[in-house]
């Protein structure tokens, strides 16, 4: 069983910046593909990006492509997304999600994850 926590949201400016960190306890990350989803009001949630197992391949939606970006540090057992340029359609609640061990690619979908944080909110003001 694992446990994932995020943290770093908050109301920043539209051109701000806002870094998210996912904590895990309970099982490493560092075994485990990894994902940020958000969900803003009225919409489904959507992959916004992931990173493998062992941080080689990356994915990012289309819409934050060159100013999103994921990592992870597997001594601190953390992922992180730093989001650079913030626009205020970027306003949504953001959630980690982790696959399960016997995958080492990350998924596309809502049902390739089976572990989510309770999310954190990213407003950004115009």
């Known amino acids: 069983q694992v446990q994932l926590v995020e943290s770093g949201g908050g109301l920043v400016q539209a051109g701000g910046s806002l870094r998210l960190s996912c904590a895990a306890s309970?099982?490493?990350?560092?075994?485990?593909?990894s994902g940020w989803f958000r969900q803003a009001p009225g919409k489904e949630r959507e992959l916004v990006a992931a990173i493998n197992r062992s941080g080689s391949s990356t994915y990012y939606l289309d819409s934050v492509k060159g100013r999103f970006t994921i990592s992870r540090d597997n001594a601190k057992n953390t992922v992180y997304l730093q989001m650079n340029s913030l626009k205020p359609e970027d306003t949504a609640v953001y959630y980690c999600?982790?696959?399960?061990?016997?995958?080492?690619?990350?998924?596309?979908?809502?049902?390739?994850?089976?572990?989510w944080g309770q999310g954190t909110q990213v407003t950004v003001s115009s």
């Open positions: 309970g099982r490493t990350l560092s075994s485990a593909a």
């Open positions: 999600a982790a696959r399960q061990t016997a995958y080492s690619n990350y998924g596309y979908y809502l049902g390739d994850y089976g572990y």
